[in-house]
């Protein structure tokens, strides 16, 4: 086995810094810090230093990088319309009903989520069928009811 003997040196001063202005407090010297040197007395021999070396420039093996999931892309609101209608008070119960409905299925809705599913429910419809609906729903006097 090698032995090994340990010397401790002195470091020199830290460089000084630039001069403050009398009104700051005197910064005082940091102690002296010291270094430790570690000398083996046993000289190292080229035929080990090599595979050091070798070892040393070959890349070392690494464990796989997960890959990161990747962002979401942030999704753009879409732009509000706020809109009036007049509706007829019978089919206004019947709005009420079905957020009563939905409710009871543990998907309580507001009446623009109902007014924006049965939009889509009439979107998703052939041509026959919508005019088929649109048929079923009587005309009414458009515009804001006389007091």
Excluded at 55 to 70: C, E, N, S, W
């Amino acid at each position: 086995m090698a032995t090994t003997t340990v010397k401790v040196v002195n470091s020199p001063k830290p460089a000084a810094k630039a001069a403050k202005p009398v009104a700051q407090a005197v910064v005082k010297a940091a102690p002296k810090a010291a270094k430790v040197r570690v000398e083996s007395t046993k000289p190292a021999t080229p035929a080990v230093a090599k595979p050091v070396e070798k070892a040393l420039a070959q890349p070392v093996a690494r464990p796989p990088v997960k890959a990161l999931p990747a962002k979401a892309e942030k999704v753009k609101k879409p732009k509000l319309v706020r809109d009036s209608f007049t509706i007829p008070k019978g089919e206004y119960v019947v709005l009420d009903a079905l957020k009563a409905r939905a409710a009871k299925l543990a998907q309580p809705a507001k009446k623009s989520e109902l007014l924006r599913a049965g939009i889509k429910a009439l979107a998703a419809m052939n041509d026959a069928a919508l005019k088929a609906a649109l048929q079923a729903v009587p005309a009414i006097k458009t515009g804001r009811p006389k007091n």
